[in-house]
T-cell receptor
Framework: DGGITQSPKYLFRKEGQNVTLSCEQN?????MYWYRQDPGQGLRLIYY???????QKGDIAEGYSVSREKKESFPLTVTSAQKNPTAFYLC??????????????FGPGTRLTVT | AQRVTQPEKLLSVFKGAPVELKCNYS??????LFWYVQYSRQRLQLLLR??SRESIKGFTADLNKGETSFHLKKPFAQEEDSAMYYC?????????FGAGTILRVKS
């Protein structure tokens, strides 16, 4: 079950610490995304990257940072500035946007708990 | 602004009953809509897209531009349909998701 991998599955951190969530894909997709999934709020876009060395803020980027140094990797750092970091984080990648076959593929997620 | 609304947080039906998961959208232009599903302990995955006009696992969804809706339907629910369902609207190279509806199929 390759495609998109996220590690670790569960992550625990103390308040005030930065933490980095890993996301790797072997689908050769240019575009990658980070979402936050909270009960009753659906998926909210944190950051996305359409190509290596480029990324844009999503709807809730405050307190988060990303990098895209390689096509396969799109790590997300949850900084101490994020006021409510405890959540389930999903990474995705997508097929090219042209044509009718657009689809986003999702990783298994990382559940982050900050105490 | 582009928005997707799923008015029901939870929909509970009996096995064999019809199912309709509601989705309304706001979008100025020609929309491209999707339904994604997340079964227990599985990753989020595409269920169907409106441009394919296909039926997947007995589910269908018709785009109604007049009512700006893309409701997901199945005539006879099965227990294995229990999951979280998200409606999504394509916005360029991104998706805008609704809040999701939990479908529980009771035996």
């Amino acid at each position: 079950d390759g495609g998109i991998t996220q590690s670790p599955k569960y992550l625990f951190r103390k308040e005030g610490q930065n933490v980095t969530l890993s996301c790797e894909q072997n689908l050769n997709h240019d575009a990658m995304y980070w979402y936050r999934q909270d009960p009753g709020q659906g998926l909210r876009l944190i950051y996305y990257s359409q190509i290596v060395n480029d990324f844009q803020k999503g709807d809730i980027a405050e307190g988060y940072s990303v990098s895209r140094e390689k096509k396969e990797s799109f790590p997300l750092t949850v900084t101490s500035a994020q006021k409510n970091p405890t959540a389930f984080y999903l990474c995705a990648s997508s097929t090219p946007s042209g044509g009718g076959g657009y689809e986003q593929y999702f990783g298994p997620g990382t559940r982050l708990t900050v105490t | 602004a582009q928005r997707v609304t799923q008015p029901e947080k939870l929909l509970s039906v009996f096995k064999g009953a019809p199912v309709e998961l509601k989705c309304n959208y706001s979008y100025s232009g020609s929309p491209e809509l999707f339904w994604y599903v997340q079964y227990s302990r599985q990753r989020l995955q595409l269920l169907l897209r409106h441009i394919s006009r296909e039926s997947i696992k007995g589910f269908t969804a018709d785009l109604n531009k007049g009512e700006t809706s893309f409701h997901l339907k199945k005539p006879f629910a099965q227990e294995e349909d229990s999951a979280m369902y998200y409606c999504a609207l394509r916005k360029g190279n991104k998706l805008v998701f609704g809040a999701g509806t939990i479908l529980r199929v009771k035996s």
